[in-house]
């Protein structure tokens, strides 16, 4: 199975804030990586797909990168709506597997 | 509209069984591989299962293999998770999603339903 390592698990960071938020897979999943968001209450959100084609609706403030194992999801000027937990996933192959979530606290 | 809505959680017995329905409308479900994925109270996002468009094809996480079967319905926009012999360990908010299939798509979970909650306690 593809294990999948995000970091930091845990994130204060203030509005206005560029935000970077890593993830690494145990092995190579190709383009097949997406980051999710996720608020209390509520099913998580898609935000990036294939490594970094910004999800329709999604503000253009959100961008991934990255190839092979090592990705990473950026947000550039954090606003007061993104406090949340973002999730990395690899759908290269079954099972599917998330990143353990970061969460993204107010400072 | 484009949605997806669980239904059927609830409580029930350690041991006891449970089958949950995600509805699906305002996209091609038919054409559409379909997905459950659970997260236990406090926890993280976990796989549990997928189903081709036709149905010939499932693919299962190793902890419920033998216990849990998905299936669809193709004339009714219905997807289903047949849970048996569940544990607490099973305790988890369900949520069925669309794979948008294809590489350039990253088989990304594109649509999610809001969620059933499933309690397994005696």
């Known amino acids: 199975d593809v294990q999948m390592t995000q970091s930091p698990s845990s994130l204060s960071a203030s509005v206005g804030d560029r935000v970077t938020v890593t993830c690494r897979a145990s092995?190579?999943?190709?383009?097949?990586l997406n980051w999710y968001q996720q608020k209390p209450g509520k099913a998580p959100k898609l935000l990036i797909y294939?490594?970094?084609s910004l999800q329709s609706g999604v503000p253009s403030r959100f961008s991934g990168s990255g190839s092979g194992t090592d990705f990473t999801l950026t947000i550039s000027s954090l606003q007061p709506e993104d406090y949340a937990t973002y999730y990395c996933?690899?759908?290269?192959?079954?099972?599917?597997?998330f990143g353990q979530g970061t969460k993204l606290e107010i400072k | 509209e484009v949605q997806l809505v669980e239904s059927g959680g609830g409580l029930v017995q350690p041991g006891g069984s449970l089958r949950l329905s995600c509805a699906a409308s305002?996209?091609?479900?038919?054409?559409?591989?379909m997905t459950w994925v659970r997260q236990a109270p406090g926890k993280g996002l976990e796989w549990v299962a997928n189903i081709k468009q036709d149905g010939s094809e499932k693919y299962y996480v190793d902890s419920v293999k033998g216990r849990f079967t998905v299936s669809r319905d193709n004339t009714k926009n219905l997807v289903y998770l047949q849970m048996n012999s569940l544990r607490a360990e099973d305790m988890a908010v369900y949520y069925c999603a669309r794979i948008h299939s294809g590489r350039s798509a990253g088989d990304a979970l594109d649509i999610w339903g809001q969620g059933t909650m499933v309690t397994v306690s005696s």
């Open positions: 092995q190579s999943i190709r383009t097949y």
């Open positions: 996933q690899q759908s290269n192959d079954t099972p599917y597997t």
């Open positions: 294939a490594v970094s």
């Open positions: 305002g996209f091609s479900f038919s054409t559409s591989w």
